[in-house]
């Protein structure tokens, strides 16, 4: 199956107009081949980013959205503003969201819910504690993360959706997972969604996050069943990211 590479920014609460200015002038100025970049900026530059990244190989995607359409939900963003910004993209489910803001897998599953009947494409990511790894938990962990979207949206959905596997020791640490335990993993996960559905499996995404740069990104995205990454730090590194967007 030839899967299209996918790099995707995740800037957290990073970033600001000059960062979108120049990251765009970079990056609009590329030719990818069979390969998709996704932006994630904070919230408040998303109308800003839809504007200034204008590459037909370039989206812009969101953080995070409530579960809710609309309503008394003080500082949250619903699915229907990013319609409303042509964001075609969300994360859900990042380890951040999960562990700071209490994020639970059914409130996660709620949140894929509302993107896919926006028809917003899912960012869905799952990922072990360093823990868990070493109690050998991790695959019945991601399977749990997993499952609580299954049962809620089904496994057509996952059309529609994007898995980033992102081991929580990995991410802002500056370790990243060997290509080998990533693959590893990833193999688990698609083999994971093909018990349900193995078209879907094939054809389905997923990207590994984790201290992922310049220097080790060609080794990950040459793995079998490693579609592309999501990046923190490294995005937020103009001559970095780039790099990592020209990388075969
Ligand atoms: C992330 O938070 O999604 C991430 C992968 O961060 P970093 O690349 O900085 O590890």
């Not at 590329?30 to 530059?45: D, G, S």
């Not at 998303?46 to 309503?71: C, K, M, W, Y």
């Not at 500056?174 to 193995?198: K, N, P, W």
């Not at 990207?207 to 060609?218: F, M």
Request: aromatic share 6%; glycine share 8%; hydrophobic share 40%.
């Amino acid at each position: 199956m030839n899967r299209k590479i996918i790099v995707a920014a995740n800037w957290k609460m990073n970033g600001d107009t000059q960062l979108i200015n120049d990251m765009s002038a970079a990056l609009n100025q590329l030719t990818y081949k069979n390969k998709q970049v996704i932006v994630c900026p904070a919230a408040p530059y998303l109308s800003q980013a839809v504007s200034a990244f204008s590459h037909p190989d370039i989206a812009v995607g969101a953080q995070t959205i409530n579960d809710r359409e609309s309503g008394a939900y003080t500082g949250e963003i619903s699915a229907l503003m990013l319609n409303d910004l042509n964001v075609q993209y969300t994360i859900l489910g990042h380890s951040e969201r999960r562990t700071h803001f209490g994020e639970s897998s059914a409130l996660v599953a709620d949140k894929v819910a509302e993107a896919l009947d926006k028809n917003l494409t899912v960012i869905l990511c799952v990922g072990e504690t360093l823990a868990q790894r070493e109690q050998g938990e991790t695959e019945a962990y991601l399977t749990s993360q997993l499952q609580a979207v299954l049962d809620k949206v089904g496994i057509k959905a996952f059309e529609q959706m994007i898995v980033a596997y992102e081991p929580l020791w990995a991410i802002g640490t500056g370790v990243s997972a060997s290509a080998a335990v990533a693959q590893e993993t990833h193999e688990f996960i698609r083999g994971y969604l093909a018990s349900y559905d193995e078209t879907i499996a094939n054809r389905i995404s997923i990207l590994y996050g984790g201290s992922v740069n310049a220097g080790n990104c060609q080794e990950l995205f040459s793995q079998t069943d490693i579609d592309g990454a999501l990046i923190g730090g490294a995005s937020l590194k103009v001559e970095e990211f780039k790099n990592i967007c020209l990388a075969e």
